[in-house]
């Protein structure tokens, strides 16, 4: 069974930067991609940053392109979500969820995650 426990969020202004970390307990966290999703009020969960299982490949949701960066160290079982040049509409809570199969081209699915962290919400104040 794995376990993932968000930390990091909070309240930023507008142009300023969080990171926002995820730590894993169970399992094998190193054979897995992670990924970084969001569901902001009101509005369905949505993809934002995905990273595979030892780093080498990355992928964004076109919205965060630019601005945020996922990286995981693997001797701390860590996945990491650098936010900068936050905007209002980055608001929303942000999930971290494991994916143990890494099936090509299915990063940025939700249903392809089998866990699930329980949240941290993140406000952007403009």
């Known amino acids: 069974q794995v376990q993932l426990v968000e930390s990091g969020g909070g309240l930023a202004q507008a142009g300023g930067s969080l990171r926002l970390s995820c730590a894993a307990s169970?399992?094998?966290?190193?054979?897995?991609?992670m990924g970084w999703f969001r569901q902001a009020s009101g509005k369905e969960r949505e993809f934002a940053a995905a990273?595979?299982?030892?780093?080498?490949?990355?992928h964004y949701a076109d919205s965060v392109q630019g601005r945020f960066t996922i990286s995981r160290d693997n001797a701390k079982n860590t996945v990491y979500l650098h936010m900068t040049n936050l905007k209002s509409e980055d608001t929303a809570v942000y999930y971290c969820?494991?994916?143990?199969?890494?099936?090509?081209?299915?990063?940025?699915?939700?249903?392809?995650?089998?866990?699930w962290g329980q949240g941290t919400q993140v406000t952007v104040s403009s």
């Open positions: 990273i595979n299982y030892n780093g080498a490949d990355t």
């Open positions: 169970g399992g094998y966290f190193y054979s897995y991609r």
């Open positions: 969820a494991a994916d143990i199969h890494g099936w090509s081209g299915t990063y940025s699915y939700a249903h392809s995650y089998g866990y």
